[in-house]
């Protein structure tokens, strides 16, 4: 989606550095009357999850706009941040499915 580029491309060039990890955005869910925008953030090698999500969220104002000034929407959506337990669950998968194959030697 155009909202993911957009914040990709800002979290790159202008939030994130070292001491944050690599910042993906995994996923945008737009609510039904495209008002909300759900983010959801997958980090690797940050230890401060919170902090960065603190940090989003001050900087919300800021990205709303940058978004609005580069993408034509009928609304400039409400941004909400969290993270995606999805790549968790699947380190968590994929760790199991390797103890498995380990036992079946």
Partial sequence: SLIKEELSRLLV???????????????VEMS?????????????????????????DKKKGYLRKSIASKVKLKYNPLLIFSFDPSPDYEARIDKLLENIRKDEK
Avoid: C, V, W
């Fill in 32 to 56: 039904p009357d495209l008002k909300t925008a759900h983010i959801y953030l997958s980090i690797f090698g940050g230890e401060q999850k919170e902090a960065i999500l603190e940090l989003l």
């Fill in 13 to 27: 060039e202008e939030i994130q550095d070292s001491s944050s990890g690599l910042i993906t955005i995994t996923r």
